[in-house]
């Protein structure tokens, strides 16, 4: 008996029997469908965090420093020793982070306040929309300018900044340089709602004279190792004690979340698959009350010459057929769950194509897998005894 | 008569040698033998009713003739080719190719159409769709219900059931048919048009087997062979038969 044949006739017993096919390939659709569903978010968590920690750079190395009475990491020293090693790195920046209700007239918002050099813009690659950046003059003369984030403009000034205008941060009068081309879609958290100053003003709103973190940019991936290198000795020439500093790099910060998220992944895919392994038993548990059902069927069957393997393909061909249309339909359902929670988590997450593939495989290999017992059981069946049977 | 039937049967020669069959079935710790020591031969284009009450061994006799079974010792062969000890698959191929059984209960599979159930036994020996269509039709126009191909069997009436079933036998051009109890569902007039139908099919020359319990019935044929107890302890033609029966 020839394939399609064998196709056929599972298609008229799945067609003769609806509800009982449907039931059965419901565990088939839940376990395709939450596979494909978790590992889409989980992709989906993965862009986002690769994603944010990418606008950091993979490039940079951000240091932290403790600095003490008597053993200071001085700005123009830190300057002048990125100047030097200009073979590995390719500038540096000061980088004052805080937290400040910034004020427009009446309305406010809370935003991260960063205190950065006059280089800043140039090391992340960011373009500014309208206006200049902070200059090495603002710096110097602690001037109070800053640089918007698209974000506080939508919010603070209805996306429409005329030059002369103010802003007030942590009631402080700043005035508005320039803004920054839009990067996040303009939401907030992202990296448009945000605002830089210079980072000698930043210290003076901190309250505190000295710089404790840089963020230094390596003259290119091959260099992040010896940057990182450079500055360990820089560092500890000065402060003499390794915990006084710390060096991240963040190529390294990102290969652990790809490792943490690819872990998370294997194991809430490997929650998934027991479901797959519960609808499997489910279709072999049908199958086997098929078999007995149609014992008179096969009996008919095999007088007319239908040999063991006949028998075993028309079984088998039933179990995959419904394993693989409940795969299918598992497919679409998870994909369109994946979307959609997608949109609710605002996650970007779409349906990969592995975990289709994936899913469409093990259905198929599951129906076959788990087919196989109950049809051997119908292929081995004597032709006497199940003619016999009603 | 019987002159010109023995010539026939001499130039066409044995279609079944059965030689010292016996079958044991184990039931538990017992032995029951269905057949004890049947040896018998069937030429080609003979038309012999086995007759016996139930328990008597015909069914099983039956399955071995149809390549249903194979016997726990002797030698059955069929058109030359030595049956008893074939596996499974062998077996198959010979129910497929070689005979055609018609059952009590017709044995129409319910959710195929009549067209598909008759040309089922083509699809098993890999012949393409369209000829199997074909041979089929020709079939279903050789017992008269070629309009109901269409039909599923629920749709029929019993005796159409039958003449489908009949179609199904005759599809592969067997050289054997066997019926097991034809006309056990039907009522008199059917049983009468089928039985005539076999003789018929007997008349163009094919050889026909039909095991019964039925006296009338099995008169219908030109041999009768009785069994009892897993025994024969009949075998000659309808007159010998009746002869003894009345004896």
Same mark, same amino acid.
């Given at each position: 008996m020839r394939l399609g044949q064998a196709f056929k006739l599972a298609w008229q017993c799945i067609l003769g029997? @609806?509800?009982?096919s449907f039931l059965t390939m419901l565990g088939m659709i839940i376990g395709v469908g939450s596979v494909i569903t978790l590992l889409g978010l989980m992709q989906g968590v +993965? &862009?986002?965090?690769v994603g944010t920690f990418s %606008?950091?750079?993979? &490039?940079?190395? /951000?240091?932290? /420093?403790? &600095? +003490?009475?008597t053993r200071v990491v001085d700005v123009e020293d830190v300057y002048r020793f990125t100047r030097e090693n200009k073979k590995v790195f390719q500038g540096v920046t000061p980088s004052v982070a805080a937290s400040y209700t910034v004020k427009n007239k009446n309305s406010s918002v809370s935003t991260s306040v960063t205190g950065v050099g006059e280089d800043y813009l140039e090391l992340k690659s960011i373009d500014l929309a309208w206006g200049r950046f902070i200059s090495y003059a603002d710096i110097k003369n602690r001037y109070n300018a800053c640089v918007l984030g698209t974000y506080i403009v939508d919010k603070l000034y209805d996306g429409k900044i005329n030059p002369g205008d103010t802003i007030r941060i942590n009631g402080q009068v700043f005035t508005i340089v320039g803004v920054l081309e839009e990067q996040a879609d303009t939401v907030q958290g992202s990296s448009d709602d945000c605002i830089y100053i210079p980072y000698s003003v930043a210290c003076r709103l901190a309250g505190n004279s000295k710089i404790s973190s840089y963020t230094f940019v390596a003259a290119g991936t091959e260099h992040v190792d010896g940057a990182e290198a450079a500055l360990d000795d820089y560092l500890y020439g000065i402060l003499k004690d390794v915990d006084l500093y710390s060096i991240m790099n963040?190529? %390294?910060l990102l290969d652990v979340i790809n490792q943490i998220t690819a872990m998370m992944s294997s194991i809430l895919g490997g929650i998934a698959g027991i479901s797959l392994l519960v609808a499997g038993i489910g279709i072999m548990n049908i199958m086997l009350v098929s078999v007995v059902e149609r014992t008179k069927e096969i009996g008919i069957r095999k007088s007319l010459g239908a040999k063991r393997r006949d028998i075993m393909w028309q079984f088998v061909i039933e179990a995959a057929t419904i394993s693989m249309l409940g795969g299918f339909i598992g497919i679409v359902i998870g994909s369109a769950a994946t979307? $959609?929670?997608? +949109?609710?988590? @605002? /996650?970007?997450? $779409?349906p990969t194509m592995g975990s289709i593939l994936l899913a469409f495989g093990v259905s198929a290999a599951i129906g076959i897998g788990f087919g196989y017992a109950p049809a051997s059981k119908a292929a081995k069946l004597n032709p006497i005894d199940?003619?016999?049977s009603e | 008569m019987k002159k010109k039937n023995q010539a026939e049967e001499a130039c066409r020669g044995p279609l079944i040698q059965l030689i010292d069959i016996h079958k044991v079935y184990y039931m538990g710790t017992s032995e029951v033998y269905a057949n004890n020591g049947i040896s018998l031969t069937i030429n080609e284009g003979e038309f012999v009713a086995i007759i016996g009450k139930s328990g008597s061994g015909k069914s099983t006799i039956m399955n071995i003739i149809g390549a249903l079974d194979v016997p726990?010792?002797?030698q059955y062969i069929l058109k030359g080719k030595d049956v008893s000890k074939m596996n499974d698959n062998e077996l198959a191929t010979i129910r497929n190719k070689m005979i055609g059984f018609i059952f009590q209960q017709y044995n129409l599979l319910p959710k195929e159409r009549l067209i598909n159930n008759v040309s089922l036994p083509l699809l098993y020996s890999g012949m393409g769709a369209e000829a199997r269509r074909e041979k089929a039709m020709e079939a279903l126009k050789k017992v008269g219900i070629e309009d109901k191909y269409r039909n599923f069997p629920?749709?029929?009436s019993g005796g159409q059931q039958q003449r489908g079933a009949v179609a199904r036998a005759l599809v592969t051009n067997p050289s054997l048919i066997l019926a097991d109890e034809p006309t056990g569902a039907l009522d008199s007039r059917t049983s009468e048009e089928l039985l005539s139908f076999l003789k018929q099919l007997n008349e163009e020359g094919n050889t026909i087997v039909l095991i019964t319990h039925d006296r009338s019935v099995a008169e219908r044929a030109n041999r009768i062979i009785s069994i009892q107890d897993g025994k024969i302890t009949f075998d000659g033609d309808v007159g010998e038969y009746r002869k003894q029966v009345a004896g």
């Open positions: 029997s @609806k509800m009982r +993965t &862009n986002y965090l %606008e950091l750079g993979t &490039n940079s190395l /951000i240091v932290n /420093i403790r &600095n +003490t009475d963040m190529a %390294e979307t $959609a929670l997608g +949109t609710l988590f @605002k /996650i970007e997450a $779409a199940a003619l016999r | 726990s010792s002797g629920n749709q029929l």
